[in-house]
């Protein structure tokens, strides 16, 4: 695409208007324009938005925007990229073929361009990072700050020190060989040195000339060059302070680049002109030294100086990289792998091989190669860019495509989204769904890119005219402030059209051209859009890998509104994973992976580093699947008031989680004992400490709350674990101390190096209740269910066990809220590598956004609270028994809320019992097995039993042994009971029903059959 004006246009802007004009990047199908990777003071920000310090931001494993710089260190073995995305990433490319991140630094951002990073550079000591970009607000905010360099510690991401001093955006840096100097460039048209002073760096000297933004800067030992975008290079001698040397003027177009051979003996230049030039270290030409072949964005030198590689901008041809020999110039190899941009661009060696990485493209992937153009690696997100969207005409299944196209359509759907079953599904076939729509009756929506041209708008696209009768009747320009272009639009009805473009905009206006809306959301360039027949709902696609659904509901002219997404959906590109979230913060998944692929940046202002909250912290808060489905089906429904407690962003600025540091033992450990003594250090950050967790093998062994002597900044607490024998791996965790947030996971992985000569036993609670305080309760099947299955684990446990111990809990006297709790705490003693199995049958019921389960002892559901077995203590008893293979099987019949959804939302407060059950699966680190049966059907029974249980025991008893093994394991038995429930009860009872299924910690075998 055309590009958006670099600053050398916002100076003449600046000129007329009084108004430094800020430059977005738009990346997208017809490549970028040379200034579009230029940057800007900001747009008008409100009070709100200054004070807003929690974002929900994308983390899906790569970089979700444009790459500005990248480059190895540590002898070739890492990598450091920096994005407008606002994240720094570091990478571990030991291993070429499997390069893993291994943390991202995040700082101070904002909405719009605040908090973009430009330019990184590392000191020669490897200890200090710096960086620079859009950093603060502007525009009278923070004015100090807009061309602030932030150093940070690259081993913690600790802010070590805010260098102030540039009026304007820093867009270039570059650390001097010995240290002893750092230059910063910035869009204010200067270079400042800034020397090495005790631990910090002071600023030296202001170096003035340029009459553009510099982009470029380059250290040798004895010189400094600078390239602007006045089309000039400064060269400016190191060791006499700063003297300028010479000023080359030998290019005809922006300069992007600049860089010394590793020797210091050659300048390289590139600009936009198509040329790179090749210079002695005084600036006297020596030739051209490449032959047009592309538009260098960016340059790096091999370590040893032999070879040159060239980024590339995304106008020129092929998109391709140029790995060039040098000093000859001659290509040795012509990259490829990119589908856009390079702006990005590092070279290293070693053992004598020679690896490049290159940073860009549609995708905004960091690839690795070598210098036969061979691909080793892809560092990506799991996502990338929308450019084809629809919505079926009742708006409930969207879809969307990956693949460019042509403006306003995109490429195929690839993928559809069922809003009603939460179900991503590959798709063949657009049928039943709707693109946009540029015609309505006789009205037309069609750009006109000719008279955009003439009248100087910034694209083509810039100018779309509403036609009546092929007549115009109005036309919409849009500019910076909305969007730049039109890429997508479409009717909503005989009134009203939509349309997207640059920088997340969207609007929607009447046929005179007016604005009646603002849709808010995206963060991208906004690529496709589709409306359904009625005009209630909306679907966009945009750059920022994000597809979001929209209740446009009744937008009246005169009464501007502004709207946000009622659904985003961020899918990955294998359509594998998917996570779903409303605006007040609810969302659901496609399983437990993809909960890191999303979360909360939480500033915590610009000297200290930003902290995150992955959606994984909130789960047992905000996975509300429920909630997520009431918001379509009530889209102007506020779902806080169903809850009790905060919106996430108040939450995670008022009561954040705390931080959690495994003192001992150390990752890595060799323990020749069983057990071993953690110490766990707790650090308070505002919220509080509730509950810690420890868990072992990926099932919780501890759960422990802290007592009121034991509160503070900083706790230490000691717990004793019993280990499997050989790998371990020990995870601790946190919460606030209201338990909605969970802090960050601390891991250590140890060898226990003993063997152990006994075989495991396996110990069982077995729980049935037909007869409650309260006869309304009254169960018919229960306990029979429940001597069925103890009879069935007895049976198939002994040939496998050591020891069999099967505690059955049936009579009323027996299942009082007290005699489970005792029984449960009863196996505390049991060993780590033991097997525990606990079944309950009764009824569940939804309370406050809690699962019950209701004990004999309970007469009334207005004591359930302090009378039945909570979610809560359910999770804390079964976590602290030791065993790491647990198995709970809950088969209760739902004394469920009756009443429209929002009476039902209401009363449970969005809490499903399924929902629950994953969220006690989790917590508990174990395999559980639900039965989700109605009253009516528990009931009616299946053979003297209900179906849940009746099914449950033919697996257990051989016919889940699908592989013929003669082995039941808990995966075993979970996949047959989830294919023969539904199938049976849609025989029996004439609808399907089906298990809940939650698989975490380790599978394992529960009986043998033959």
């Known amino acids: 695409m055309r590009g958006i004006k670099g600053l050398r246009g916002v100076k003449e802007l600046r000129v007329i208007l009084g108004i430094l004009l800020a430059i977005l990047l738009g990346m997208g199908v017809f490549g970028c324009s040379k200034g579009d990777e230029g940057e800007k003071r900001g747009t008008e920000i409100s009070k709100k938005n200054i004070d807003e310090k929690v974002f929900l931001r994308l983390d899906p494993g790569g970089h979700t925007a444009v790459i500005k710089d990248i480059f190895f260190f540590d002898h070739g073995k890492r990598l450091i990229s920096a994005s407008d995305d606002k994240t720094i990433r570091i990478w571990d490319v030991s291993d070429l073929r499997r390069p893993k991140l291994i943390r991202t630094i995040r700082g101070e951002i904002g909405r719009g361009d605040f908090g973009k990073v430009y330019a990184i550079s590392l000191d020669p000591s490897e200890r200090i990072l710096a960086v620079g970009g859009f950093l603060a607000h502007g525009h009278g905010i923070n004015d100090d700050l807009v061309g602030i360099v932030r150093l940070h510690d690259l081993k913690s991401g600790k802010v070590l020190q805010v260098l102030k001093g540039h009026e304007n955006v820093v867009l270039s840096l570059a650390f001097s060989p010995d240290g002893k100097y750092l230059a910063s460039g910035s869009g204010d048209f200067t270079v400042i040195i800034w020397k090495k002073e005790g631990n910090g760096y002071r600023r030296y000297k202001r170096l003035k000339g340029h009459e553009d933004a510099i982009y470029a800067l380059s250290f040798s030992r004895e010189r400094l060059a600078t390239g602007s975008y006045d089309h000039t290079v400064r060269i400016y001698d190191v060791k006499n302070s700063f003297r300028l040397i010479k000023v080359l003027k030998d290019h005809e177009d922006e300069v992007r680049a600049v860089s010394f051979s590793p020797d210091g003996r050659h300048l390289v230049t590139g600009s936009w002109d198509k040329r790179i030039l090749l210079y002695d270290r005084d600036g006297n030409l020596i030739r051209e030294f490449s032959k047009k072949e592309t538009r260098p964005a960016a340059l790096s030198f091999s370590p040893d100086g032999r070879f040159l590689l060239a980024g590339s901008f995304g106008g020129a041809p092929n998109n391709t990289c140029y790995l060039y020999e040098f000093p000859s110039g001659r290509v040795k190899a012509a990259f490829k792998g990119h589908k856009n941009s390079v702006f990005a661009v590092s070279a290293t060696q070693r053992d004598g091989r020679l690896i ?3 940073g860009g493209g549609e995708a905004k992937e960091i690839l690795l190669w070598d210098e036969g153009g061979r691909i080793l690696s892809r560092m990506e997100s799991a996502g990338t860019a ?7 005409p009742d708006g409930k299944r969207v879809g969307f495509g990956f693949t460019q196209g042509k403006l306003n359509y995109g490429g195929p759907l690839e993928f559809s989204f069922v809003l009603n079953a939460m179900k991503l599904e590959r798709i063949s076939s657009e049928k039943g769904l709707l693109r946009a729509r540029e015609k309505r009756g006789g009205l ?5 890119r000719s008279l955009s041209k003439e009248m100087g708008l910034f694209y083509p696209e810039s100018l779309l ?34 349309s997207g473009g640059v920088g997340g905009k969207v609007f929607v206006y009447n046929l005179r051209g007016e604005k009646a809306a603002e849709l808010m959301g995206h963060e991208g360039e906004v690529w496709a859009v589709s409306v359904t027949p009625d005009g209630k709902w909306a679907v966009t696609g945009a750059s920022d890998q994000t597809v979001r659904i929209w209740y446009l509901g009744d937008i009246k002219e005169g009464k501007f509104k502004k709207l946000l997404p009622t659904l985003t959906l961020f899918p990955s590109k294998d359509g594998k994973e998917w996570v779903a979230w409303t605006p007040e913060g609810y969302f659901t998944v496609s399983s437990s992976s993809a909960l890191r692929l999303i979360g909360y940046h939480i500033n915590q202002g610009f000297y200290k580093q930003a902290r995150w909250a992955s959606f994984s912290q909130l789960y047992d808060i905000y996975f509300r699947p429920d909630l997520v489905k009431l918001k379509l089906a009530h889209p102007e429904e506020d779902l806080t008031r169903y809850t009790n407690i905060a919106r996430v962003k108040e939450l995670l600025e008022n009561s954040p989680p705390p931080e959690v540091e495994i003192v001992s033992p150390s990752d890595g450990k060799v323990e020749k004992a069983e057990t071993i003594r953690l110490t766990l250090k707790i650090r308070d950050q505002g919220g509080g400490i509730g509950d810690i967790r420890v868990y072992l093998n990926g099932s919780a062994v501890i759960v422990d709350r802290l007592g009121k002597e034991e509160t503070g900044k900083e706790v230490f607490k000691d717990y004793i674990l019993n280990l499997q024998e050989g790998k371990n791996t020990i995870s601790a965790l946190a919460f606030n101390k209201e338990n909605t947030v969970q802090s960050n996971t601390a891991k250590v992985k140890v060898i226990a190096d003993y063997h152990r000569l006994k075989k495991p036993s396996l110990y069982a609670v077995v729980i049935g209740i037909n007869q ?31 020891k069999v111990v099967i505690k059955e809990l049936l009579t009323k006297g027996e299942t009082t809220k007290e005699n489970i709790v005792k029984a449960l705490k009863a196996l505390r003693h049991i060993r780590t590598d033991d097997v525990f199995v606990l079944y309950v049958a009764s009824h569940g019921y939804i309370e406050d956004g ?3 389960l209701i004990t004999s002892n309970v007469g009334s559901l207005w004591t359930l609270k302090r009378d039945a077995l909570s979610q809560d203590l359910l999770t804390e008893l079964a976590a602290n028994i030791p065993s790491t293979k647990k198995l709970i099987i809950i088969d209760t019949c739902q004394a469920g809320a009756v009443g429209s959804a929002i009476q039902v939302a209401l009363l449970t407060r969005g809490m499903s019992s399924a929902t629950a059950i994953k969220i006690l699966s989790r917590s508990v680190g174990s395999t559980i097995l639900a039965a989700s049966t109605s009253l009516q059907d528990a009931l009616e029974g299946y053979h003297g039993h209900g179906l849940f249980t009746y099914v449950l025991v033919k697996g257990l008893l051989g016919e889940a042994d699908l592989a013929r093994t003669g082995v039941i394991e808990t995966i075993d038995l979970a996949k047959y009971v989830n294919m023969k429930v539904p199938e049976i009860s849609e025989r029996v009872f004439k609808k399907r029903q089906y298990p809940t299924i939650e698989i975490h910690g380790q599978p394992f075998p529960i009986g043998k059959v033959r």
């Open 356 to 358: 490049l990485a290159t």
């Open 772 to 802: 409650f305080e309260n006869p309304d309760l009254t169960l018919k099947y229960a306990v029979a269910d429940a001597r069925l299955f103890a009879d069935a684990l007895r049976k198939v446990a002994r040939p496998l066990f050591r």
């Open 465 to 498: 005219e509403m036609k009546r009768g092929g007549e115009v009747i109005s036309r919409v320009k849009r500019d910076p402030k909305d969007g730049y272009r039109h890429n997508c639009f479409s009717f909503i009805n005989d009134r009203l059209f939509i």
């Open 444 to 448: 037309e929506l069609s750009l006109n």
């Open 850 to 852: 809690k699962y019950f």
């Open 386 to 392: 929308i450019f084809s969207a629809a919505i079926s």
